[in-house]
């Protein structure tokens, strides 16, 4: 049974054209005026878009000594809710340090509950024989072409700069990409034992112990690495002009080094952490944390200018009574914040709405610069015959106001509450289903989401080896009458 | 009569797949494996490209007391057989001074010479009423959405500061791009008169007088200008850092610049006008000049970082018995190289075929990223269903020497002689016409190019003029008993 | 009859010391400890430091119409009451164009005026060969080394690209060095214009018609000119990051170019032209305008990491009913603020009290420096035997509200009305002479004060022309047989 | 008896001027024209300025399993041939980790040795609480106010970065300043054994595995950590842009970061290590390694920029028979150069023989800079009355050819050997005593000089405490009612 979107304006990272877009099954299978098929799902009005992908998700993730609350049924309806239609999730290695067995674990937990597609980075959390090998299944028998590496969090997931290198270069030759949450978590534990022993344990502390230079730092450190084993690189939740800047210079030097703001960077300030209210700020602790307004602009440049690529969420969202854990000492609040479910509304209404992206651009940092640089594109992420029919019907006339009551995550609270965004999805296709229709009373299907496979060896990555092989340091040649016989 | 082009990769801005092209007349119809048409493009073992786009061509150019020597017939030709299906050249306003008589009189030039399709950048070369008033008829009865403005060519050319403001702003009113080739005319002048005072005579002289300094200084004038007057701004032949850093620099604060290099940039440099044999020097006079290398690194990165997003090749091309004029005095040789013919070439062997560039990156900084600042995509720029069938079979086992015995241009020589190139066009198709097959003995077709209208507000103009309504600076309003009574 | 200054902890630009300081008529002999002196003057619990400098002052200057209310008389008493016992002046050439004549007249005014020491920058506002052939006498006969040259004022004292060239090329040539106010003039006229035609005519027009974009395109296109000619380069007034920018970046290229930043714009921000009440506005109004707070986080990172060397006033004074003059069109407003007499105590208060500059520092950027740039070091700037005893005893313990009925200045307002500094002159000594003591009633003394003459060929100038010479580009020798023999 | 120093141009930081200099005993005690003393010392043709001070030293230093082989006399002789008067070496601990052992172990083996004055910096190679109470001693007790810490040499003398946040915090409550050797220790080692494993053992190996990305890395980690824990820094061994663009953007936000760039890197470039001689290249293997010319004009324009404030040499000079430690792994060739006699002449001759530096600044780099960052200013480093009468009378006319030899190092080989200097010292002398003069077959003298304490708290780390105690963030307060009460 076919269905045909209709009436609407297809835009994706390229253009913008009136179109009916026509399904069979889960692909599109043509764009064109005037298309008829089994079901008509109205577009008049609206835009047509690629699904969003959220690429950086934690969904009942352990950590912190608790787990994070939204499930992947909650997370992943809310997704739809909100416009995107795959996400990313981080898998961590377990106690017996396994990536196998905790790819199979993140199976077992999603596979019944996911609403759509989604995906998994792998966490590189220490360095052995072991790793190292798994690393090669990882890629070549799961689809996982990710690795995540934290460079805060010491003690925990923290990993040092020899182990980066190692699995850097390791993802070179499986053609694979890392990524980083760059934070030096050395100096992070530094400044909360400072200010925790000056009494200063309150939310706002968090803030403090994180400053930019901190992030811009780490973001350095892990684009020189990169650099020195060849490989490009992924920075997560770009949230400064520090890191930002440590990414524009390598560019410019012909490194490929990817940036990802967060919703919540580009639209929220550190003055939240300042809140009379110790609920209210604790519910905003989340790392890097929220900067000021400089940073923002320096991140809204990014994503016109193209030197930051992706707008996500780091969806890590922790309960009310889970921050509380940290009530006497910021350092045990859980550290997550939502935005899955407002990304996009959000982004559209603080980003189109005021000229300071396009339309296409909208797609691009929400879908489509993500789809190809995960290496899905054009399964993911475009609106084009053959790929999946992952689609939003994106009505610019809907106007809401952001709040606990009417969302789909679980969570008690929601950062972007009282906002107004000008945008909602009227429809959500997930490879040719409605999983989410405006003011339907659309409901969760819980388990028809698929894990989604990406291939090794994205374009940038196979251009990247080419110019490190011929670039290569070169021994010098020395007659043995020029080298001395000996000490 | 349909024809498709089977077995090859196609490769477009996103993406790289195995598929066939099937094109009906003037129009690709369908893209997918196994098509079937009534005649076969052998692609086997080949990319297949949209066609290049060179957006920089002065053909038949009156400058500088003499004629371009290249004609619409021979530029387009040699287009073809270097793989590029369309291209815009500069008219330039006559004696009159009306836009619209410059635009007859480089239709009657072109028409039935053109072998490929082109367009027309117009040209500001001065401002008063008339200017003012024709150019909403250029964009909007011409179908031209481009002004290009020079800098430099002092007491010809060059336009002042608060002519180019006017005609910035009378571009934002209409939805049109302003262009500048930037470099300071004042200074090039001075610099001129100082070293032929010396007695540098030489086409050495023409590189001294024109430093980067220089070239850079009109790139950061014109992007303020383009600033203040709220419209997008496309810099010609970026040659150097200078210009490059500018652009880098009002990207990164938001601002909308497009920068072009040049294939010659990229792959000569200064060294070229040292040489001993004065007509090998001057045949590389043009403006800007050469530069070192560190300067060609800086292009290259910007390439790649997205900086930069177009290469171009300001093919204006003057014989040697022209480049005499100037064999006294440096200022009189004609400026101008040509390159239509090896762009594509060029590009692929030192760009894709040494990393610095992916396939997809080479497409789009020879074709789709112009056809989208054009506002022609994907009419052109593009494989997709409805575009037009400006196509190449590209074949990167052909490898060929660089030589004036085998050009189709008319010159009498060649900047990249003696070059190897690692990839030629195996068949270049216009709007579905085979006009070049490699070894074929292809011949020019004149008058089947077609001049090619583009509509003005480019999605990036649309989004920039909301961004500045809404950052408009705004009135204080003071009480009456706050303002003083008068003097 | 000798003085010795008894018991304070002298400061130079170079370090700190419990001293004593002798003077013995206009000079100083000796620094050492338990010196004595027919004269104590008492330094107990103060620093004793080189008088202010302030290189940039407009007194009795006609200008937009009117001349400004400051007296030599006054300026000169208000300039030692605040710490300052040097200023220089801009001489204005007057109707009949000629430089000697404008001294002339600018001698007249101030002779039988000044209370303290003098010296002139002689503005260039147009060029021809008188002008060529006047500044060599400027410099050998009148002891001027400095010309300054304005950007903007167009139709008034704006100078285009080419007279730059030429003025600063001459400057070369006799060792002395331009000064530029930095702001596009054809951009400044244009915003004006617009601003206006849509009737936003008050005093905050003034600023957004003169944004920093505008002001940091001008500072590089001076830079650059000022490389081509070979000469040093002093940019006056810098109140913004773009103008900084601009500065750091050509230092960073070995370029000498010295940068002046404001104590206005280090204090004051654009929210001043917000202001209600259009009279305390207007009293604002100066060119450039004041900025945002992230500028003046750059100027001062600017003044303690050296890319930016002095502080300033700008000092041009206008009373309420001149800026009435602009009621109805802030385009008439007479530019120029007052600081002159709050200029020492204001970065003392905001600089040293803060941390952001050492007590070294500010003596440096209040005296040394400039004094160092306008070659008359160590006669003026300087504690050391030899020097001038033009001397301040500075006393931080003196907290005072900068109010009119306070000041010594005779204008009617004042734009630092209400705050507080934390730090006066307990003495000011002008060679030898006490000109003001804290609390004693002391009176002006006009006459007393002298022109001083500044030497050609600094230190800098000299340095940089023997690198341009080593470093002009070379004519290639061509052998006759590689010319070809004519068209 | 005194002695006079007649005839000369005296050179300081700030100026230059014709004048006699008395020294009585150790001391300057007068600077004026027509003195005289009981000895005359001709400076007639002649510069006199401040003896030259090198901060970096490694004299008779353990490292790499050998001792360097330049002893503290044949080192400070030298010196004193170059006209430096003044050195401070490295004191590393020893096996017991103690510091102010480590000071008595340098203080044995300097003392009977040094021919001119010594200070020490003293190294922290790990921490613990004996380090964090000694380092009080040091600089209380034994007037060192300077700590280095080594981010590379990983296995040896490497710290890793909470270290260095630890001891940078000590440095900053007891007011010294922390100095950095900037590498990543951990990428160096992993590229060392990526090169050694493929086979790529010479010299030119040292080179590949320390790229400049490495150093800048380094040390914009050092600088964040200094900023994060309140402290000045000192980046010594300065080499490449990278570093040098991480101290310019630090710079920028008003830190307070000094740079070391040494006279070998400022002249030499990476092409030595691809001789075909392994002895040559092996002499030349230092760390950071010798870098291409683009790096140099980085350095140089720091200079004049006043980025970069020192020129040092790093001198650690071991025999050719040490380096053929390495003759089968560039890992264990003795890492260091020479440099500490030509330091001097080489920098005149490419500095300000050019143009690129004024004598001012000549003097400012070998002498003032550093005096006044140690904080033994004006005692060191100046010429003026009860400073030490170290000074130099520098000829400008004495041209020299380096060659081994005529000089004084005992090392076998010069790094600059073949080069000419175009100026010498003719006389050096250290506090009074002439312990060179030209042609006059001078001896060393060893024993005489002295240890030279250093008091802590110079000016800008004051000024930067102040910054920052006004700068700490603040504790939000919360109402318990707005607490929750706990999970
Ligand atoms: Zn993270
Ligand atoms: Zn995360
Ligand atoms: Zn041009
Ligand atoms: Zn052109
Ligand atoms: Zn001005
Ligand atoms: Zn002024
Ligand atoms: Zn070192
Ligand atoms: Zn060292």
Redesign the interface.
Same mark, same amino acid.
């Given at each position: 049974m076919s269905k045909v979107i209709k009436g609407g304006t297809v835009v994706t990272?390229?253009?913008?054209w009136r179109a009916d877009v026509l399904v069979e099954g889960e692909k599109i299978v043509e764009?064109?005026e005037n298309l008829s098929g089994d079901e008509v799902i109205d577009a008049e009005g609206a835009y047509v878009i690629p699904g969003g992908i959220d690429p950086h998700t934690h969904l009942e993730m352990p950590f912190m000594g608790t787990t994070a609350a939204e499930t992947f049924e909650s997370g992943t309806f809310a997704a739809a809710a909100g416009g995107t239609t795959m996400l990313v999730d981080f898998c961590l290695p377990g106690e017996d340090g396994s990536l196998l067995n905790a790819i199979d674990d993140w199976d077992r937990k999603s596979r019944d509950q996911i609403c759509c597609d989604v995906s998994y980075h792998m966490a590189i959390t220490g360095w052995d024989e072991n790793v190292f090998n798994e690393m090669a299944d990882v890629v070549n028998k799961r689809g996982i072409n990710t690795f995540k590496h934290f460079m805060a969090y010491k003690g925990a997931l923290m990993v040092?700069?020899?182990e980066m290198?190692?699995s850097f270069k390791r993802c070179a030759e499986l053609g694979a990409l890392p990524l980083v949450h760059a934070e030096?978590g050395?100096?992070v534990?530094?400044?909360q034992q400072k200010?925790l022993a000056?009494?200063?344990t309150?939310p706002?502390?968090h803030a403090?112990s994180r400053?930019p230079?901190?992030e811009?730092?780490a973001a350095? %450190?892990a684009i020189?690495?990169a650099?020195?084993a060849g490989v490009p690189l992924y920075i997560v939740h770009v949230s400064c002009e520090q890191a930002h800047?440590a990414i %524009?210079?390598a %560019?410019?030097? $012909?490194m490929?080094v990817y940036g990802e703001p967060l919703i919540q960077h580009l639209t929220l300030d550190e003055s939240e952490?300042?809140?009379?209210?110790?609920?209210y700020?604790a519910r905003r602790v989340m790392s890097p944390p929220f900067r000021n307004k400089?940073h923002q602009?320096?991140l809204?440049? $990014?994503l016109?200018?193209?030197?930051l690529q992706v707008v996500a969420t780091d969806h890590a969202a922790f309960s009310?009574?889970q921050k509380?854990?940290g009530?006497d000492n910021f350092t045990t609040i859980p550290n997550g914040t939502g935005g899955l479910e407002e990304r996009m509304a959000m982004l559209w209404t603080t980003g189109?709405?005021?000229?300071?992206?396009?339309?296409?651009?909208f797609v691009a940092v929400t879908s489509?610069n993500i789809a190809?640089i995960l290496n899905i594109?054009?399964m993911k992420g475009?609106i084009?015959?053959?790929a999946d029919a992952d689609i939003v019907v994106w009505d610019p006339t809907i106007s809401k106001e952001v709040a606990v009551s009417t969302q789909k995550s679980i969570i008690d609270y929601n950062v972007f509450e009282g906002m107004t965004v000008t945008a909602q999805p009227r429809f959500t296709l997930s490879r040719g289903d409605v999983i989410w229709a405006w003011g339907k009373n659309s409901q969760p299907q819980p388990g028809r989401g698929k894990f989604v496979r990406r291939p090794a060896f994205a374009?940038?990555s196979?251009?990247?080896?080419?110019?490190?092989?011929?670039n290569t340091?070169r021994?010098?040649e020395?007659?043995p009458m020029?080298?001395?016989s $000996?000490?």
């Open positions: 990272a390229d253009r913008s764009i064109a040092e700069d020899d290198y190692a030096n050395d100096i534990q530094e400044l200010y000056e009494g200063l309150g706002e502390g403090y400053p230079e901190i811009g730092e350095n %450190r020189m690495i650099d020195a800047e %524009r210079r %560019r410019q030097k $012909g490929r952490y300042f809140n009379k209210d110790w609920q700020a400089e602009a320096s809204w440049a $990014g016109s200018a193209g030197s009310d009574e509380r854990l009530l189109v709405e005021t000229g300071r992206l396009t339309p296409e651009e489509s190809k594109y054009p475009a084009t015959p053959g374009s940038a196979k251009a990247l080896s080419k110019w490190k092989a011929l340091p021994k010098i020395r007659d020029n080298i001395p $000996g000490v």
